[in-house]
């Protein structure tokens, strides 16, 4: 396989013409052969380029709308044709089939047609197909010929032709050939994406492929010995983590970059409410409060649990301001997530160097569609988000008291955080605030009690006179399958509680509940999250 490959004849077919001028400007140095096709042809003479006309070459005009222009013998004969196989070179002879060295082409925006709500005819003519056909066989044939796919490579191939008096060596086009065949993969796989869920409304086609692009490597995953990446959807942009702008802290990890999901996941919840802050801790909630500003969210939200909060993340719903700032840096702090920061919120984050502040420029939409994926053993569990939420018609008063207004809007509130916290799930709120929270325990019974145990121990940390338990609010994210659960939040002081419902023992848990003096709200959805 030969190494260095002068590079006499170009092909170029641009989508993307940015860079055009100082890529045709680079080549011309090198005095290489310029073929190119309708709109860049035009804009590189404009610029001054010589260059010929894909016609010339192939002995046909650009027909059909241009979509006939590349598919032809004398194109893919250039580009596959095994330069030091004697029957190739005597088959390319005979038939005046002219060797083409490299191949810069980006394709047709599928994606971004498709994103602006384009119709189907001319998101169906967004379909490149001359583009991906050169590009597979440019890549096919990487030892003779380099392929660039990507404007940001440019800089790269014109060191590349400097450095070597106008060749390409073969590592450089075995790189390039690997990053062909993944845009390509990628863009099949965003039509076959259309194709199944918005022309044919399959939520699970037969085959499904997915597509994504590395952010950053990271030191590692949830473990030292486990190596690790961060990856960015293809697709319509989210204002999520991987696409938050890191303004300042030492590099990301992967627990980090989890933890930071969920935080953010949940406060984007209550992204039209009052201000309001997260601390999340292994993926959990920890301590949820809405305030009439930021900096009183904060409070009450590190109130409730001070212990799980240090080292933990915290996410915000409006941009941090400099007193919530100041606030949040007085305890270690690994991560801070928001829409925004002013400067003096920035400015007190940068006195605590090792602090991540990771901005989003907005906040997820928590009604979006889409679906969660799950590796398993030998295959991918796949599922509709959750992004089931109540209306009014959904609840149902089972007991014989109803709750006040103010009990209706902690029950709410502490729904909306149980459904974001490890099944078992229990959530005690008041006034806006979590009390307690209960996660991921084999048994519903023993999260109610820890949860508990998690106000007394606020109670005492804050010297209050009562835990915040007393008066509260209570959320279950699946039904009480007996009463003892029920009975446990009864004991920690709770007055209302809101719950699926829907066991065979529903019956019991309501007369247990009528006993207590407990209002009950049955919800008919439940928010299991393992």
Not at 214 to 243: C, D, F, T, W
Request: hydrophobic share 45%; with cysteine.
């Amino acid at each position: 396989m030969t190494d260095l490959v002068p590079v006499r004849r170009a092909l170029i077919s641009l989508s993307d013409k940015g860079g055009l001028a100082e890529l045709a400007a680079g080549l011309a140095r090198h005095g290489v052969d310029i073929v190119s096709t309708g709109g860049t042809a035009t804009q590189l003479r404009q610029g001054g380029a010589a260059v010929r006309d894909i016609a010339d070459l192939t002995g046909f005009p650009e027909m059909m709308d241009g979509r006939v222009k590349t598919l032809h013998p004398k194109v893919h004969g250039g580009l596959l044709g095994v330069r030091d196989n004697p029957e190739h070179a005597a088959a390319m002879a005979e038939h005046d089939i002219a060797p083409i060295d490299l191949v810069i082409v980006n394709l047709y925006p599928f994606e971004a047609t498709v994103a602006r709500g384009a119709s189907r005819d001319e998101v169906i003519e967004n379909i490149d197909i001359g583009g991906p056909s050169m590009v597979r066989s440019a890549a096919k044939n990487h030892a003779h010929v380099a392929i660039v796919t990507d404007p940001a490579d440019y800089a790269e191939l014109l060191a590349e032709l400097d450095r070597n008096d106008g060749m390409t060596s073969l590592a450089f086009r075995r790189r390039l050939a690997a990053k062909a065949y993944a845009l390509t993969a990628a863009y099949d796989s965003a039509i076959a994406g259309w194709f199944a869920r918005a022309d044919q409304g399959e939520a699970f086609p037969q085959t499904r492929t997915m597509a994504s692009r590395l952010v950053m490597p990271l030191r590692y995953g949830e473990n030292p010995h486990q190596k690790a990446a961060l990856y960015r959807s293809l697709g319509p942009a989210v204002a999520g983590v991987a696409q938050a702008e890191q303004v300042q802290g030492k590099e990301l990890s992967y627990n980090n970059l989890n933890d930071a999901n969920a935080a953010l996941e949940l406060v984007a919840e209550f992204r039209d409410g009052l201000p309001t802050v997260v601390i999340v801790k292994h993926a959990n909630p920890c301590g949820v409060a809405s305030g009439a500003t930021l900096l009183e969210a904060w409070q009450a939200a590190l109130a409730c649990d001070s212990v799980s909060a240090f080292g933990g993340i915290v996410a915000c719903n409006r941009p941090l301001d400099g007193p919530t700032a100041e606030a949040i840096a007085q305890i270690f702090t690994e991560v801070v997530v928001a829409p925004g920061a002013d400067e003096a919120a920035k400015a007190a984050f940068s006195r605590k160097k090792n602090l991540r502040l990771l901005l989003t420029d907005g906040l997820p939409d928590p009604t979006r569609g889409g679906q969660t994926v799950t590796v398993i053993a030998g295959g991918v569990l796949i599922q509709d988000r959750d992004n089931g939420r109540l209306t009014d018609a959904m609840l149902k008063v089972v007991t014989r008291r109803e709750p006040s207004e103010q009990e209706l809007k902690d029950c709410l509130f502490a729904w909306t955080v149980a459904k974001h916290v490890k099944s078992n799930a229990i959530v005690y709120a008041r006034d806006g605030s979590t009390a307690g929270v209960g996660a991921g325990q084999m048994n519903r019974r023993d999260s109610a009690r820890i949860a508990a145990a998690k106000a007394r121990e606020a109670a005492e940390t804050n010297g209050w006179a009562e835990p915040r338990t007393v008066g509260s609010a209570v959320a279950s994210d699946a039904f009480f399958p007996f009463a003892d659960g029920l009975l446990a939040t009864v004991e920690a002081g709770a007055t209302a509680v809101i719950q699926p419902g829907g066991s065979i023992r529903d019956d019991e848990v309501i007369a247990a509940a009528d006993a207590a003096g407990l209002a009950m709200v049955f919800t008919g959805m439940r928010h299991f999250r393992h």
